[in-house]
């Protein structure tokens, strides 16, 4: 696959991701399978990011900034500030969530595993005959 064909293809996922997100969040019922669901859509969403952002990036270092990032994330709702912020700027609980639940880092980390995986399979070149 080509840089541009890493790229487009890491935007048009990313916008799938986004896509599919806002779907569970306004049209699914508050459960637990449809935050694993949320979960698992914003960690592809920010693998696809990083893969559009830096495509000569390897896989595993991809995956690794998506666990990164969405565990940093979930971590910082541990100081309360993104539920205060929600308050105020509903729209934000897209991108920063509310509260803390340890179960969301299982998610993220196998969300992040999963893609560098299907990237890692989906990028080998056949052999050259």
Known sequence: MTLRTRRAFGAGLAGAAVAGGLGVHAF????????????????????????AFWPRLAPVAVGGITLAWCAGVELFQLTGLPQLWAS????????????FDVRDLAVYAVAAVGAALVDAFSSRRAPEE
């Open 88 to 99: 105020a700027v509903p729209p934000i609980v897209l991108v920063l969530g509310t509260v």
């Open 28 to 51: 699914a019922p508050d459960t637990a399978a449809t935050d694993a669901t949320g979960d698992l859509l914003y960690a592809l969403l920010v693998y696809a990011l990083a893969m």
